[in-house]
Structures are given as structure tokens and as C-alpha cells.
T-cell receptor, first 118, second 115 residues
Framework: AQSVTQLGSHVSVSEGALVLLRCNYSSSVPPYLFWYVQYPNQGLQLLLKYTTGATLVKGINGFEAEFKKSETSFHLTKPSAHMSDAAEYFCAVSFTGNYGGSQGNLIFGKGTKLSVKP | GAGVSQSPSNKVTEKGKDVELRCDPISGHTALYWYRQRLGQGLEFLIYFQGNSAPDKSGLPSDRFSAERTGESVSTLTIQRTQQEDSAVYLC?????????????FGPGTRLLVL
């Protein structure tokens, strides 16, 4: 069965430090991969996604992620954390066709809450 | 243009009561999804509508949950005889065609508390 694992429910970094949020997936078919961010009291917003092509994907607010098929990973990074990055981050997968549910249905990890210390 | 909207933003109800949650998708989006986010958990898929096709209800946790969608517009999620474990944030999302590579656009959610 398809699944998403996010290592670390809470990550704390200092302002200016590297942000690394880990995501691994389990899938028997090629996935589409997403990172969404949820700011306090707001809905989910897409940060970036991988569908095809270049495996290093750049998103909004300086975030990027690299799809590594051999490691079944899609870790999210940002070189220098900013206070405004404090939020909850969700990794998700979907597939072509009806794998794992409806066509286009997202399967989410449990989320990682990022805190940024001044 | 306008994003996905949901109402109410918050709902407090007593155990055993029925509740109805509403979602207005982005105009022109044929696909609509409902998800549930319980405290400390990721989002769980509930139900999917695509155009005029029969909805995929495979994620609904029990027969107390049902949803309807009028054409390609408003959707309502109904929970009958609410239980405390139904307390969660219910999120609606829409996308243009409902294929896997598409971005889903999420509403702000309805926070449901069952006392």
C-alpha cells in the first residue's frame, strides 16, 4: 500500500540555519510528490511539487526538494530559515490512475511542525 | 479569482446531532475532494467528486458520513449522529481536472468540535 512517512513531528532551527524536513514514501508505482505548508489558522498552500523531469524542484519562499527514486525520498530544504517559515509542513503523494484511492487523491504524511528560534 | 471557501469556519455540536459542512470550489474546477485532519494526524481522504461521475466514497469512515455535490459547484458533507471522534478539521480541495499531477487548492477548513 502507498504511504508517506515524515521523520520528526517537530523540528526546531535557529534563524539563518539550514532547514531540512524529511519525507519518504512507499509506492509500487511512480508517484507525484508534493509539499504543502499550513500556516497557523490558514489552509494548506502548495510549496512545490514533482511530476516529471528535473528531480530538483524549486518552490516558493526559497524552498526546494529533490526526488531521489533510489531512496524513495523527497526531502524539503531551505538554506537559511526565516521566522516567517514557522508552520506545519506536509508531504504528500498521488498517482496516475486509481492507485491508493481516487485518481488524484493525495496521501499525506502526518506533518512536521517547524519552529524557528531568533 | 476567489479561492476555495468553506463554511462554517467553526462548529460546536453535541454528540448525536447532525452537522452539515459546505464547500465552494474554485470556479471551473471539475474535481472536488474532502479530507479530514484530526489532531496530530495527517490529512485523511474522505470522498472525491469528478464532474458528473459517481463519487468515490472509499475514504468515508462510516455510513454516518455522506456528501453531495451539485454539478460542478457547491458540495456539502453531512455527518449524522456525530461522535466525539468526529472532532477534526474538515478540509475541502478542488482541482481543474482531478488528475494526479495537478495541484489541489485547499479551503481554510471547518473546525468541528463534538461535545
Amino acid at each position: 500500500a502507498q504511504s508517506v512517512t515524515q521523520l520528526g513531528s517537530h523540528v526546531s532551527v535557529s534563524e539563518g540555519a539550514l532547514v531540512l524536513l524529511r519525507c519518504n514514501y512507499s509506492s509500487s508505482v511512480p508517484p507525484y510528490l508534493f509539499w504543502y505548508v499550513q500556516y497557523p489558522n490558514q489552509g494548506l498552500q502548495l510549496l512545490l511539487k514533482y511530476t516529471t523531469g528535473a528531480t530538483l524542484v524549486k518552490g516558493i519562499n526559497g524552498f526546494e526538494a529533490e526526488f531521489k527514486k533510489s531512496e524513495t525520498s523527497f526531502h524539503l530544504t531551505k538554506p537559511s530559515a526565516h521566522m516567517s517559515d514557522a508552520a506545519e509542513y506536509f508531504c504528500a503523494v498521488s498517482f496516475t490512475g486509481n492507485y491508493g484511492g481516487s485518481q488524484g487523491n493525495l496521501i499525506f504524511g502526518k506533518g512536521t511542525k517547524l519552529s524557528v528560534k531568533p | 479569482g476567489a479561492g476555495v471557501s468553506q463554511s462554517p469556519s467553526n462548529k460546536v455540536t453535541e454528540k448525536g446531532k447532525d452537522v452539515e459542512l459546505r464547500c465552494d470550489p474554485i470556479s471551473g474546477h471539475t474535481a472536488l475532494y474532502w479530507y479530514r485532519q484530526r489532531l496530530g494526524q495527517g490529512l485523511e481522504f474522505l470522498i472525491y467528486f469528478q464532474g458528473n461521475s459517481a463519487p468515490d466514497k472509499s475514504g468515508l469512515p462510516s455510513d454516518r458520513f455522506s456528501a453531495e455535490r451539485t454539478g460542478e459547484s457547491v458540495s456539502t458533507l453531512t455527518i449524522q449522529r456525530t461522535q466525539q471522534e468526529d472532532s477534526a478539521v474538515y478540509l475541502c480541495a478542488s482541482s481543474f481536472a482531478g488528475i494526479g499531477a495537478e495541484t489541489q487548492y485547499f479551503g481554510p477548513g471547518t473546525r468541528l468540535l463534538v461535545l
